[in-house]
């Protein structure tokens, strides 16, 4: 086997001449070689780069599964000092308007009022209107005479009714109504008088005798006694009931028990 020694002079390459070296060169030959940063450790040695803020979502977009329910936002907070310099004064409460005022009698001038006056004096308390409503307050003990001159010298040939009113806190603590109406004249007049609970009245039936009706109602309803009445007995409520409903002091849902059980022979129903 051939060696390298056996080789031609001619086949052999020549060694390639090495050039100069410089002073720098040397200096770098001296120092550690820095080796070369592969690929890898390049980019991971570059700083990241920065990225860029994505758009806030809108808060009505649509969630991206089906079904799926969108997260709630919260209402963004006001400081209490931007809401108190936002915030508008309470506006003053406005007072109700005050309730007109109801009408009012007024006084009643007239022929008629004027020629009892002279009569009767201070038996006529009151003359005066209501809405158009002429009406007169005699005192009890001339209540039946001012009736009958009504009728024979005024014309008031029809008893329209008889009717009362009840007044519990005061001492003359009914009213007893008369309500009159001429044919000639078409005028209407109300007389009126007070009582106290448990004074009697001289009943009208010898001037209208339609008084008979009028008066036994009052003394149902309202206990009314009147003197010189042909039939007075109760006319809506059987005889023996106890107390008069049309009475303030009678409650609305009172009955007599003690009469109910003993003649219809049942428990009230109140």
Known sequence: MSTAQDMPEESK???PALP???????????LPATPKPDAATASAAKPPEPVQAAAPASTTA??????EKPAATKPAEVKPAAAAATAKPA??????APKPEGPKPEPWDSELVRSLKSQYGSGIKEAATYVGQKYLVV???????????MRDDELFDYLVDVTAVHYPKREMQLDVVYILYSFTKNERVRVKT?????ERLRSAFGIWPTANWLEREVY????????????????LLPDGWKGHPLRKDYPI????????QSNLGIESGQ
Not at 194 to 198: E, F, L, M, R, S
Request: proline share 9%; aromatic share 6%; net charge negative.
């Open 139 to 149: 005192d009890i003990s001339i209540v039946y005479e001012v009736l009958l001159r």
């Open 13 to 15: 390459e020549p060694t």
């Open 194 to 198: 007070q009582i106290k609970d448990g």
């Open 91 to 96: 506006a003053p409460v406005a007072k109700p």
């Open 62 to 67: 649509k969630p991206a599964v089906t079904g």
């Open 253 to 260: 849902l009172q009955q007599d028990k003690e009469w109910v």
């Open 220 to 235: 149902d309803m309202f206990g009314i006694s009147f003197d010189g009445h042909p039939d007075l007995k109760r006319i």
């Open 20 to 30: 100069a070296e410089s002073p720098d060169a040397k200096q770098s030959a001296a």
